[in-house]
């Protein structure tokens, strides 16, 4: 198992780094999930399904005739790959393409698909939208009932799945709920993550103040993106025992970069759309 310590001696967060232009897939830092899955009792056949969906806005390299190209790229990466990639590594991996001269978007593609997925460990689906496209890109919120209007007192800023409670008594209720004020670290370097969540349930009612206490709990928390919402799913799932179960959270970007991991235990759930924040 990789612990912090390991991370920040291996990895290139928080350090100076050489930024290369030239095609560099080396660059990629992948982290094993399963020891942050330790952690949380995950253990053979995970309790979800799901995706991580990043988006890169900073996509350059050369044709063959040394004009700059520009693209944006999104990469949808399953839950049950064995690795995360490091996002400061896939940066500075993205940054090796700025000078690097390829025949077409589709050469590109193909290099950012094979070695993506040997970083992830499982097939990455890339797809590339280029300027041409770029107003069907739509932006929109996260739908669902505001928890951030409820006037709670905060005394707790770790995460502490005692908080949360579900009325068992009742019948059960479906419902989405949403709040815009998550914020985590990063587990190496303590910078702060922002992101929406999106909660969607059916079964005993959760009480909502509980539940937003829950989640402002991550405030002074150090985890990955990817890591925390698995955790919030856990813990929900595991205190409040709702039958069907989908966390969906879009964090904001940084270094040009936004991941944004959906979980759910539902089939019938439909994978999130990719609308970017306003905060995004």
Same mark, same amino acid.
């Given at each position: 198992?990789?612990?912090?310590?390991?991370?920040?001696?291996?990895?290139? &967060?928080?350090? *100076?780094?050489?930024? =290369?232009? @030239?095609?560099?897939?080396?660059?990629?830092? +992948?982290? !094993?999930?399963?020891? /942050?899955?330790?952690?949380?009792?995950?253990?053979?056949?995970?309790?979800?399904?799901?995706?991580?969906?990043?988006?890169?806005?900073?996509?350059?390299?050369?044709?063959?005739?040394?004009?700059?190209?520009?693209?944006?790229?999104?990469?949808?990466?399953?839950?049950?790959?064995?690795?995360?990639?490091?996002?400061?590594?896939?940066?500075?991996?993205?940054?090796?393409?700025?000078?690097?001269?390829?025949?077409?978007?589709?050469?590109?593609?193909?290099?950012?698909?094979?070695?993506?997925?040997?970083?992830?460990?499982?097939?990455?689906?890339?797809?590339?939208?280029?300027?041409?496209?770029?107003?069907?890109?739509?932006?929109?919120? &996260?739908?669902? *009932?505001?928890?951030? =209007?409820? @006037?709670?007192?905060?005394?707790?800023?770790? +995460?502490? !799945?005692?908080?949360? /409670?579900?009325?068992?008594?009742?019948?059960?209720?479906?419902?989405?709920?949403?709040?815009?004020?998550?914020?985590?670290?990063?587990?190496?370097?303590?910078?702060?993550?922002?992101?929406?969540?999106?909660?969607?349930?059916?079964?005993?009612?959760?009480?909502?103040?509980?539940?937003?206490?829950?989640?402002?709990?991550?405030?002074?928390?150090?985890?990955?993106?990817?890591?925390?919402?698995?955790?919030?799913?856990?813990?929900?799932?595991?205190?409040?025992?709702?039958?069907?179960?989908?966390?969906?959270?879009?964090?904001?970007?940084?270094?040009?970069?936004?991941?944004?991991?959906?979980?759910?235990?539902?089939?019938?759930?439909?994978?999130?759309?990719?609308?970017?924040?306003?905060?995004?």
């Amino acid at each position: 198992m990789t612990n912090t310590a390991d991370l920040a001696d291996l990895s290139p &967060l928080g350090k *100076t780094s050489a930024y =290369r232009t @030239d095609y560099a897939p080396e660059l990629l830092f +992948p982290i !094993p999930r399963q020891g /942050k899955r330790d952690e949380l009792g995950l253990h053979g056949t995970l309790p979800f399904f799901g995706v991580d969906i990043w988006n890169a806005y900073e996509l350059s390299w050369l044709n063959q005739r040394g004009k700059p190209q520009v693209a944006i790229a999104r990469f949808t990466v399953p839950a049950d790959s064995p690795n995360i990639i490091e996002s400061k590594s896939f940066k500075l991996y993205l940054n090796s393409f700025n000078q690097t001269r390829l025949d077409s978007p589709e050469a590109l593609k193909a290099l950012l698909q094979k070695d993506l997925s040997a970083g992830f460990g499982a097939n990455v689906h890339v797809v590339l939208t280029l300027p041409d496209a770029f107003s069907t890109i739509a932006m929109g919120e &996260l739908e669902g *009932t505001l928890l951030d =209007r409820l @006037d709670v007192e905060i005394d707790n800023y770790r +995460p502490a !799945p005692e908080l949360l /409670k579900a009325n068992h008594d009742e019948l059960p209720v479906e419902e989405t709920l949403v709040s815009h004020l998550l914020k985590s670290n990063c587990l190496v370097t303590g910078q702060p993550d922002w992101a929406s969540v999106q909660i969607h349930y059916c079964g005993p009612q959760i009480d909502q103040e509980s539940l937003l206490k829950y989640l402002i709990g991550f405030r002074d928390h150090n985890e990955f993106h990817e890591q925390c919402v698995e955790r919030i799913f856990t813990d929900i799932l595991r205190q409040c025992a709702p039958q069907q179960l989908a966390v969906y959270a879009r964090y904001t970007r940084r270094g040009g970069l936004d991941i944004n991991p959906w979980r759910s235990n539902f089939s019938s759930a439909q994978r999130p759309p990719n609308l970017r924040g306003a905060r995004q």
